[in-house]
């Protein structure tokens, strides 16, 4: 019996009747681990990318190269920093106007010959602009009054005497430059003339009569200029503009305040419209003037209509045809 079983002593016999093993311990581990993990992508062969063709993408056609990128200029570099004088714009921009009329002057000083260039290449000054550097003028003759003193007194005159004369001087050169033939516009030199007249105006009658010697030589300037402006106004328009736009009633406006020094100007008027008489009132026609009331009543007349544009009305009446 004993040699037909036959027996192994190296395994129990619980295990010879069922021979299947149980799996490793390690086995079960990883199997559980990979099961719980993500699948990674895989990566698509080398040879599947390269046959890709570019254009299958379609972001590619939407995209823009991007533009070439332009040279920059770099300034050289100094090794070191050397000075130098400003160039003559630059210079320029930093001096005052003060400066500048000094630097001129003294150009012109040094080479007279450069007067008339500098003359030509500047600008005519204009009405407003000359108005306000003599408004300058006359701030600081304002400006120039001592304060507790009589306005009019001796020892305020001396005291502004200085800015006085530069006001004057500065009307004296600055009057020719607007009476004609230099200004072609009448109305331009009556504007200037009716300012300029008011600054004198308001200049103080000093308690010492030789302290207004000065004054009295302006308004006999002045009476000059308005005479001469007047006539040629009257030359243009037959005085038409100076009676439409009211320039009779300003001329006799300066002549009251002035003390009748503007006779030049009301002589001028009377002669072309025939409407003053003596003394800078209004007088009947033709009186003083050598033409008959006649004619002075029918030039007065067609003055009126030309005014009123009813000139010529009626005179061409309708004949038998």
Same mark, same amino acid.
């Given at each position: 019996?004993?040699?037909?079983?036959?027996?192994? =002593? %190296?395994?129990?016999? +619980?295990?010879? #009747?069922?021979?299947?093993? &149980?799996?490793?311990?390690?086995?079960?581990?990883? /199997? $559980?681990?990979?099961?719980?993990?993500?699948?990674?992508?895989?990566?698509?062969?080398?040879?599947?990318?390269?046959?890709?063709?570019?254009?299958?993408?379609?972001?590619?056609?939407?995209?823009?190269?991007?533009?070439?990128?332009?040279?920059?200029?770099?300034?050289?570099?100094?090794?070191?920093?050397?000075?130098?004088?400003?160039?003559?714009?630059?210079?320029?921009?930093?001096?005052?106007?003060?400066?500048?009329?000094?630097?001129?002057?003294?150009?012109?000083?040094?080479?007279?010959?450069?007067?008339?260039?500098?003359?030509?290449?500047?600008?005519?000054?204009?009405?407003?602009? =000359? %108005?306000?550097?003599? +408004?300058?003028? #006359?701030?600081?003759?304002? &400006?120039?009054?001592?304060?507790?003193?009589?306005? /009019? $007194?001796?020892?305020?005159?001396?005291?502004?005497?200085?800015?006085?004369?530069?006001?004057?001087?500065?009307?004296?050169?600055?009057?020719?430059?607007?009476?004609?033939?230099?200004?072609?516009?009448?109305?331009?030199?009556?504007?200037?003339?009716?300012?300029?007249?008011?600054?004198?105006?308001?200049?103080?009658?000093?308690?010492?009569?030789?302290?207004?010697?000065?004054?009295?030589?302006?308004?006999?300037?002045?009476?000059?200029?308005?005479?001469?402006?007047?006539?040629?106004?009257?030359?243009?328009?037959?005085?038409?503009?100076?009676?439409?736009?009211?320039?009779?009633?300003?001329?006799?406006?300066?002549?009251?305040?002035?003390?009748?020094?503007?006779?030049?100007?009301?002589?001028?008027?009377?002669?072309?419209?025939?409407?003053?008489?003596?003394?800078?009132?209004?007088?009947?026609?033709?009186?003083?003037?050598?033409?008959?009331?006649?004619?002075?009543?029918?030039?007065?007349?067609?003055?009126?209509?030309?005014?009123?544009?009813?000139?010529?009305?009626?005179?061409?009446?309708?004949?038998?045809?």
């Amino acid at each position: 019996m004993n040699s037909v079983i036959p027996t192994h =002593t %190296l395994f129990a016999p +619980h295990l010879l #009747e069922n021979p299947r093993h &149980s799996p490793p311990r390690n086995d079960f581990y990883s /199997t $559980s681990t990979m099961s719980g993990r993500k699948r990674k992508a895989s990566t698509p062969p080398a040879d599947d990318r390269m046959s890709t063709s570019p254009t299958a993408s379609p972001s590619v056609p939407n995209r823009t190269l991007p533009p070439p990128l332009q040279p920059r200029f770099k300034r050289t570099r100094t090794t070191t920093a050397t000075g130098r004088p400003l160039d003559l714009p630059r210079l320029l921009e930093t001096l005052s106007p003060a400066d500048l009329r000094s630097v001129i002057t003294q150009l012109c000083t040094s080479h007279p010959s450069l007067t008339g260039v500098v003359t030509s290449l500047t600008p005519r000054p204009t009405l407003e602009s =000359t %108005l306000s550097v003599l +408004h300058k003028y #006359e701030e600081t003759f304002k &400006s120039s009054f001592p304060f507790g003193n009589r306005p /009019t $007194s001796d020892y305020t005159y001396n005291r502004v005497k200085s800015a006085l004369h530069s006001l004057l001087e500065a009307l004296k050169d600055f009057t020719p430059s607007f009476l004609p033939p230099q200004e072609h516009q009448p109305t331009v030199s009556l504007s200037y003339l009716d300012a300029v007249t008011d600054i004198v105006h308001r200049l103080p009658n000093w308690d010492t009569p030789s302290h207004n010697r000065s004054k009295e030589e302006a308004y006999e300037e002045l009476g000059s200029a308005w005479a001469a402006v007047v006539k040629e106004a009257m030359k243009r328009s037959g005085g038409i503009q100076l009676g439409f736009v009211g320039w009779e009633d300003r001329v006799r406006r300066h002549h009251e305040l002035s003390g009748g020094r503007l006779q030049g100007a009301v002589e001028e008027l009377r002669k072309g419209l025939g409407v003053w008489g003596g003394g800078g009132g209004a007088a009947p026609m033709g009186s003083g003037m050598g033409i008959g009331s006649a004619g002075m009543e029918e030039r007065e007349r067609v003055r009126r209509e030309l005014l009123s544009g009813n000139y010529g009305a009626g005179m061409v009446g309708g004949g038998q045809w």
